[in-house]
């Protein structure tokens, strides 16, 4: 059976729910930005 791995708190970082939150909200446009070029019809040129 396997452990579960060590948690930020678990290694002595302190709380880092707000860092994951910023995250998420981070991901969240970077997601929405990638899928407005796709849906823009973008292609990458290749010569």
Known sequence: ????AATFEDLGYGD???LMQLLEEV???M???ARSI???GF????T
């Open 43 to 46: 292609r990458l040129l290749t």
């Open 16 to 18: 880092v729910s707000e």
């Open 1 to 4: 059976m396997r452990t579960p």
């Open 27 to 29: 991901s969240k446009l």
């Open 38 to 40: 796709l849906d823009s």
């Open 31 to 33: 997601e929405a930005y």
